[in-house]
């Protein structure tokens, strides 16, 4: 396994034996020229950054495609509009003292399918959780006084220190899969432009799903995908 650190770009994934793994992702933060104050980011190798999730200082926080994302690929098609932004929210309360839960990353073992690519950045592993099993990667902004053992049952993957002197940390554990919807739902799909119903297959088809959880975090599902489009 890969040993946790300390830097302004974190990159972690799962992995299983054979060199396959899930969705890769890319927690950083850079410092505004107009405040000074860190604004951090959660970008993910398989959307390729044409969505990204922001929280900055103010605590106003979204997911949304960059602008030039949106005009060139959404707006058209979009029955909002002029809007990218997917979900906004306020920075959520602690759920410890000195501690907000920004984002849970839940992956079922079976997403992790897709081959690792020799030129892949390099990024820190996290081993696949067992059969019928789920991994919880759980995203914190930590204050500088707060203590970080009041979350249990858990391993630090790395942490991102700020220059206000928060820490931002990335945690795993393995948990139960629970599905994120309780009842089926047929949807009519959008494409982006450029995409057809043609696009999704293949073996290595996944989904990354956006949600929210009753405590104000956000929750990613990456999931693999046996599509029905008929």
Known sequence: MST?????SLRFGIVDDSGLRAATWNLRYQVSNKTGLPEVYLLCRELRGDIHASMHPSGKWHVAYPEEVFARNIKDISPE????????????????PGITLAFRIITPFSAVKTKIAEDEKEFFRIAKAPNGKATNIMILFVSPDANL????????????????????IAIHEVIDIVPPFTEKHRASPRY??????????????????????????????????????D
Do not use: H
Request: proline share 4%; net charge positive.
């Open 81 to 96: 509009g002029t809007d990218r932004f997917i979900q906004k929210w306020i920075r959520p309360k602690e759920i410890k």
């Open 149 to 168: 053992y009041t979350i249990k049952g858990s391993e630090v993957i790395g942490r991102v220190l700020l220059n206000n002197g928060e820490k931002v």
């Open 192 to 229: 982006l432009k450029g995409k057809s119903k043609s696009d999704l297959s293949g073996p290595d088809l996944k989904a990354i799903i956006f949600g929210d959880a009753s405590d104000g975090s956000r929750v990613i599902w990456d999931c693999a995908v046996n599509s029905s489009l």
């Open 4 to 8: 946790p650190s300390t830097k302004k």
